[in-house]
C-alpha cells in the first residue's frame, strides 16, 4: 500500500470516518496517543513513495511538534489535517482553542528548499478550497499540514456571486489569492476569519474606504509578487484566529520590513481567554467585522495623522 490513515479516536470529528468506510484497507483506528499515531503515520511516510495521513484536533498539534522534528529529519511524508482551528464555535472553551498552529513550521530555513524536508501549513478559506489544496498537496513531499474550522463557514464569493473558490480556480501552494483589489490597502486573512474580513471589506467600502483583501492560504511561504502588491499600498492588517503572540501577524510585519515596504501597519488576532459560548468567540475576541472595520479605520487616522505631522 501507499497510503496509511491513522487515526486517534475522532474520526467522527475530523472527517476521517468517510475515509474509513470507503477505504478500510488503507485506514488505522488508533486510540487517543497522538504521539505513537503521528509517529507510526510518520514511519510509514519514511518511503518516497507513501504517505502517511494523520489527524486530531488543532489544539492537540502541540503533543507531537518533536516527533514532526524527528519526521523532517527522516525525510517523511506526513500530510496531516488539523481540525478545529482557531476558536470560533469551539464549545470546550480555551483548551481546545487551536491557536498556535504556526509552532508546526519548526525546522530551519534550509528544509525549505528540500522536498522532502519541507514544512508547509496551509488553512483554506472555505470547503472549495479545502478540496482543492487537498488536491494539489496529497502526493507532495515533505510535511504537509492541512487545518479546517469545527464551524461551518459560507463559500466565498466573487463580486458577481459566484464562487471564487469553484470551477476554474486551481490552488497552487505558495501563492496567495486576490479576492478584492484596494486602493487604500489590504486587509490579509485566512481561514474562518477571512470571510468576515470580507464582509468587513464589503461595508468599508460603502463607508470609503477602498480596501482590498487578500486569501494567504499557505500561512509559512512569501508569495514575493503579492507582497510587493500588499505593501506598496498605504495601510496593512492581518486579521487571523490564531494567538497574536505566535501567529501570523507577527511574520507578516517582518517580510514587509525585510523588503523595504513600511505601510501603517496593524493585526488582529486572539488574544483573551475564552468566555464560553459558540459562534460568540469570534466577537469575543475581536476578529467579527465590525471590529475589523474598526481596526481598519483607525489605521487610516494614524496614517492621516503621521502625514499631517511631517
Not at 275 to 291: I, K, P, R
Request: net charge negative; proline share 3%.
Amino acid at each position: 500500500r501507499r497510503v496509511m490513515v491513522i487515526d486517534s479516536d475522532l474520526e467522527g470529528s475530523t472527517g476521517l470516518k468517510v475515509i474509513h468506510q470507503k477505504y478500510p484497507d488503507v485506514f488505522v483506528q488508533s486510540g487517543i496517543m497522538e504521539r505513537g499515531n503521528f509517529s507510526a503515520a510518520a514511519g510509514f511516510g519514511m518511503a518516497p513513495d507513501r504517505q502517511g495521513v494523520f489527524s486530531t484536533f488543532s489544539a492537540f498539534q502541540e503533543m507531537v511538534l518533536s516527533e514532526v522534528t524527528m519526521a523532517r529529519l527522516n525525510r517523511s511524508n506526513v500530510l496531516c489535517h488539523f481540525s478545529h482551528s482557531g476558536c470560533d464555535d469551539m464549545a470546550d472553551n480555551t483548551c481546545h482553542f487551536g491557536i498556535n498552529n504556526m509552532f508546526a513550521d519548526n525546522g530551519v530555513d534550509e528544509y525549505q528548499g528540500i522536498p522532502s524536508q519541507k514544512t508547509s501549513l496551509y488553512f483554506p478559506a472555505d470547503s472549495l478550497q479545502l478540496e482543492k489544496v487537498v488536491e494539489s498537496v496529497f502526493w507532495d513531499q515533505g510535511m504537509r499540514f492541512v487545518y479546517t474550522t469545527r464551524s461551518k463557514v459560507p463559500l466565498i464569493q466573487k463580486e458577481d456571486g459566484s464562487h471564487f473558490f469553484g470551477e476554474g480556480y486551481s490552488f497552487v501552494p505558495g501563492k496567495d489569492d486576490l479576492i478584492r483589489e484596494g486602493k487604500v490597502g489590504y486587509i490579509v486573512s485566512f481561514g474562518d476569519a477571512l470571510y468576515r474580513a470580507l464582509d468587513a471589506v464589503e461595508r468599508l467600502r460603502k463607508d470609503g474606504f477602498d480596501f482590498g483583501l487578500i486569501n494567504k492560504c499557505t500561512l509559512n511561504e512569501v508569495d514575493e509578487e503579492m507582497i510587493q502588491k500588499i505593501g506598496s499600498s498605504s495601510v496593512v492588517l492581518v486579521v487571523e484566529p490564531f494567538n497574536k503572540r505566535s501567529g501570523l501577524g507577527l511574520r507578516f510585519g517582518t517580510w514587509l520590513l525585510e523588503r523595504g515596504l513600511t505601510p501603517k501597519y496593524g493585526y488582529i488576532g486572539v488574544a483573551k481567554e475564552g468566555s464560553g459560548g459558540l459562534w460568540e468567540h469570534a466577537y469575543h475576541q475581536g476578529y467579527d467585522s465590525s471590529s475589523i472595520q474598526a481596526k481598519a479605520k483607525a489605521l487610516c487616522m494614524q496614517l492621516l495623522l503621521s502625514k499631517a505631522a511631517k
